[in-house]
């Protein structure tokens, strides 16, 4: 099945900083999602993103598909932004399974 | 807000015991996916459902769980005999063609 790889798996920065998060997945996608798992446990969805560019305040995403490659940006960090950040991706065939990379773990100090 | 829901939020139970999960879709989507997420593992695919019918269980062990859904509202995943290292979180999520939305979990733990 498709791999998929995430990093990098800690990430400790001050509140302020700049990040990037990067997730490899070894096959074409039809589906890739990023997630954010809070402190508390909840999974909250960022971004729908099997190609392309979003933004959503001081997130944004870009996946590059063709080079099976996706790349979450944090600006401007705050400690709210801190928990485990997941990329899930669904492979070719359209079965709607999503698999999980097993995330970067990103501290964000005040 | 449409969110999914899932009770109970904390399970403690004794091993053998049958042990019963309900998850609350979002009105309006088709898909329901059960995930399990422990340290080592991380969180793998269960079962899931489209228009109510299980297309996958593949990731669940058979001889002891088992998911159905009901009705358009109610999807259960039930645990019996459970086991310790059925100790886990229990996600639920449903989506309506590619995003899903995840409930808030079911911490388990066996004794």
């Known amino acids: 099945g498709i791999q998929v790889e995430q990093s990098p798996p800690d990430l400790i920065l001050q509140e302020g900083a700049n990040s990037t998060l990067r997730c490899n997945f070894s096959?074409?996608?039809?589906?890739l999602q990023w997630f954010h798992q809070n402190p508390w446990g909840q999974l909250i969805n960022l971004f729908y993103?099997?190609?392309g560019t979003k933004q959503n305040g001081r997130l944004s995403a870009t996946t590059v598909a063709t080079e099976r490659y996706s790349l979450l940006y944090i600006s401007s960090s705050q400690t709210t932004d801190s928990g485990v950040y997941f990329c899930a991706v669904e492979g070719p065939g359209g079965s709607e399974k999503l698999v999980f990379g097993k995330g970067t773990k990103l501290t964000v100090n005040p | 807000d449409a969110r999914v829901t899932q009770t109970p939020r904390h399970k403690v139970t004794e091993m053998g015991q049958e042990v019963t999960m309900r998850c609350q879709p979002i009105l309006g989507h088709n898909t329901v996916f059960w995930y399990r997420q422990t340290m080592m593992q991380g969180l793998e695919l269960l079962a899931y459902f489209r228009n109510r019918a299980p297309l996958d269980d593949s990731g669940m062990p058979k001889d002891r769980f088992s998911a159905e859904m009901p009705d358009a509202t109610l999807a259960t995943l039930k645990i019996q005999p459970s086991e310790p290292r059925d100790s886990a979180v229990y996600f639920c999520a449903s989506g309506r063609r590619y995003e899903q939305y995840f409930g808030p979990g079911t911490r388990l733990t066996v004794t």
């Open positions: 993103i099997p190609s």
């Open positions: 096959d074409s996608v039809n589906n």
